[in-house]
């Protein structure tokens, strides 16, 4: 795997026997805000709209609707929101102005409108997505409902009592327990900074945001095939070192810093 990163965009391509077989690129500017984590604080909550307005940090205020407020679902519910819920709690018996609030972003902010966000967390994986306010384990519709069943009796399994929601995502049908098992891992882990950062950081903070390009890279492109991963820039070499030691140590025991000819 060779990675060439500038400032502006990160070029990742895969190659076997001297042939390129996948090209990745990604443009700085194009990274959306979708799936950042904030410490937020509730600026107004306008019951007649049902909605709040949230301080995030960004250049405007974001959106927080009840039917994305989250609660827990009764037992033998699937995880859901608001939306999902009867009857429907106002969203002033929710939250208050001046309240702290974790939030994350559902969608990108769009022309004079802010970002708008669900207070329900959830965080993806190569495999699986963790809803860490949930107890419920799940598996995509997409996969066929025959083996639904035992792929969710194997997911309990390796969840063990720890808790914590999960779904398994379409692409973990043919997963091994070993690579759920680093996928559960990884998304625990992710989440305890998440915990760790809201305590220590001030309101407004980024908490958490979606892997770059180059952290996927070491959690979904390589495999026990991959045989070296070079990094054209030293900061990005080192940096990429320190996550994949505290995330994916076999992936980041292949980073190799190249000068290039």
Same mark, same amino acid.
């Given at each position: ?5 500038a ?8 190659? !076997?026997?001297?042939?390129l077989? !996948?090209?990745?690129?990604?443009? $700085? ?5 979708? =799936? ?45 929101? @608001? +939306? ?5 709690i106002?969203?002033?018996q929710?939250?208050?102005? @001046? ?54 009796? +194997? ?7 720890s =808790?914590? /929601? ?36 001030? $309101?407004l ?17 390589? /495999?026990?095939?991959?045989? $070296? ?31 290039g000819?």
């Amino acid at each position: 795997i060779l990675i060439n990163w500038a400032p502006q965009e990160t070029r990742v391509a895969m190659v !076997e026997n001297g042939v390129l077989q !996948e090209l990745h690129v990604e443009r $700085t500017l194009e990274r959306g805000l979708v =799936g950042n984590v904030y410490l937020g604080k509730v600026a107004r909550v306008l019951p007649g709209m049902q909605s709040a307005f949230v301080d995030v940090g960004l250049e405007r205020a974001a959106f927080l609707h009840v039917a994305d407020v989250w609660h827990r679902q009764p037992d033998g519910e699937p995880p859901g929101i @608001g +939306r999902n819920a009867q009857p429907q709690i106002p969203i002033e018996q929710q939250v208050f102005e @001046g309240q702290t609030l974790l939030v994350q972003v559902i969608k990108d902010p769009m022309g004079s409108k802010g970002a708008r966000l669900s207070t329900q967390i959830s965080i993806a994986g190569r495999l699986l997505v963790f809803l860490p306010q949930d107890d419920h384990v799940g598996v995509s519709q997409k996969i066929p409902a025959g083996q639904r069943d035992e792929l969710r009796a +194997r997911l309990v399994s390796l969840i063990g009592a720890s =808790g914590g /929601g999960f779904i398994l995502r379409t692409n973990g049908e043919e997963a091994s327990d070993s690579e759920l098992s680093d996928d559960i891992a990884y998304l625990r882990k992710s989440w305890a900074r998440i915990k760790d950062a809201s305590v220590r950081l001030p $309101t407004l903070s980024l908490l958490h945001q979606d892997l770059n390009l180059l952290q996927r890279v070491l959690r979904d492109l390589v /495999g026990e095939g991959t045989q $070296t991963i070079r990094v054209d820039s030293r900061e990005q070499f080192e940096a990429l070192q320190l996550f994949g030691q505290e995330f994916m140590p076999a992936a980041a025991a292949k980073l190799v810093h190249y000068h290039g000819e």
